[in-house]
C-alpha cells in the first residue's frame, strides 16, 4: 500500500483504500503523487503526425498506442482524417518514427508543452457553466448561485473548468440522473483532470474517486481540493472527493461503482470498456461525455456489444454526450 501513503503524505487528497488493490502494480510502472510545488510535466513532448481514411483510423490509433503513444488527437479534414499522436519519452517517439515513416502524411517533431492555464489565469470573472454550478479562479469573489454550488478551480496543466462542451453535458447528466435517484452513491470519474465532476458529485451526494493517469493533473487536483472543503453537514459527511494518480487495474473491483464518468475522447474511452464494467455495479450506469455526434453509430455499437443501452443523451455544437446501462439485469 505504499502507492496509500505517499498519496496522504503529498496532501493528494483523501485515499478511500478499500478502492485500491493490494500490492497490484500499476501499468504505468509506478504510481505518480506530486508533491505540492514541484513542477513534474515535461517542458516539450514528442509527436507524430499521419493522414488516413476514416475507415482506418481506429486500426491505425491501436497501432500508435502499440508503440506506446502517450496521446491521441482525430482532426477530420474533408476525406482524410489527420492523426497527431505525442510521446513523452524520446525511444519510443524514434521508435514510431521508424515504423511509419512510409505512411502517407508522415510528419514528426518536438514542441514545447503547452500551458493550457494561460486563458484561466487571465480570466477575471466567474463562468457560470450551469444554471447550479459556478467555477471561478480562486483569486475572484463570488457566491454560489441559488441552491446551487460555487467551485474555486485551478487547472494548470489539467482539463476541466468548465469552459469546454463535454465538461457541461456530462454536468447536465449527472443533475438529470440524480432528479432520476439513478446516481447512486458512488462515482468513479475516470480522467478527472481539475477534479471538477468529482467535487460537484460530493455536492450532489455522491462519494467520488477521481482517477487521472496524467502526472501533470495531480499538483492542480491537490490544489483544488484544499481549495473546495465541505461546504456542510452533509458534505462532510459524504467525505471525499479521493483523487488518485494511476490506471484502471490500480482499484478493487469490488465495492463497486453506482456511476462511472469519462469524459474522454472517442479513442481513449473505447480500450477501456472491459476494465469499467469490472468496475461497474450491475445495475450502474455509464456516463460518456466528449464524443463526436458524428461518432454517434462507433459508440452506440460499442454499447450493443456487451448489452448495453442509451437511457439519457445531450448535445451541444458538435460534441455529444450519453448515460447507458445494462440491458441484462
Known amino acids: 500500500m505504499d502507492h496509500v501513503f505517499r498519496a496522504k503524505r503529498y496532501n493528494l487528497g ?3 483504500t478499500s478502492y485500491l488493490s493490494q500490492g497490484k502494480p500499476l501499468s504505468l510502472g509506478r504510481c505518480y503523487i506530486a508533491k505540492k510545488g514541484k513542477t513534474l510535466p515535461p517542458s516539450h513532448f514528442y ?14 490509433s491501436h497501432c500508435l498506442f502499440e508503440k506506446a503513444c502517450d496521446g ?3 482532426i477530420e479534414k474533408g476525406s482524410q482524417v489527420l492523426i497527431k499522436a505525442s510521446f513523452l519519452k524520446e525511444e519510443n517517439w524514434e521508435a514510431a518514427k521508424i515504423a511509419f515513416a512510409s505512411h502517407i502524411g508522415f510528419s514528426a517533431g518536438q514542441s514545447e508543452n503547452e500551458d493550457w492555464d494561460l486563458s484561466w489565469r487571465l480570466q477575471q470573472n466567474p463562468i457560470d457553466v450551469t444554471p447550479w454550478l459556478r467555477v471561478t479562479p480562486p483569486w475572484i469573489v463570488s457566491e454560489a448561485p441559488d441552491n446551487g454550488q ?9 482539463f476541466g473548468t468548465g469552459s469546454h462542451e463535454s465538461t457541461r453535458l456530462c454536468l447536465q447528466l449527472m443533475k438529470s440522473q440524480k432528479s432520476k435517484s439513478n446516481l447512486g452513491t458512488k462515482v468513479l470519474d475516470v480522467g478527472t483532470g481539475t477534479g471538477i465532476l468529482s467535487l460537484h458529485a460530493r455536492f450532489l451526494g455522491c462519494y467520488t474517486v477521481g482517477l487521472d493517469i496524467d502526472v501533470a493533473a495531480a499538483t492542480c487536483l491537490s490544489e483544488n481540493n484544499q481549495l473546495n472543503k465541505p461546504s456542510n453537514k452533509s458534505e462532510e459527511e459524504i467525505g471525499g472527493p479521493a483523487f488518485y494518480i494511476g490506471t484502471l487495474d490500480s482499484l478493487k473491483p469490488r465495492p463497486a461503482f453506482d456511476c462511472i464518468i469519462c469524459n474522454m475522447i472517442r479513442s481513449e474511452v473505447v480500450p477501456l470498456r472491459e476494465q469499467i464494467l469490472k468496475l461497474l455495479d450491475s445495475k450502474g450506469i455509464l456516463m460518456v461525455s466528449g464524443q463526436l455526434v458524428v461518432d454517434k453509430p462507433i459508440m452506440l455499437q460499442w454499447l450493443a456489444e456487451v448489452d448495453f443501452a442509451l437511457i439519457d443523451e445531450v448535445t451541444e455544437n458538435e460534441w455529444w454526450a450519453f448515460t447507458a446501462t445494462s440491458k441484462v439485469i
Do not use: D, V
Open 72 to 74: 491521441l488527437e482525430e
Open 14 to 16: 483523501q485515499i478511500h
Open 150 to 158: 460555487l467551485l474555486r478551480l485551478e487547472a494548470k496543466m489539467a
Open 47 to 60: 509527436w507524430i503526425n499521419l493522414n488516413c481514411k476514416p475507415e482506418e483510423t481506429e486500426w491505425l
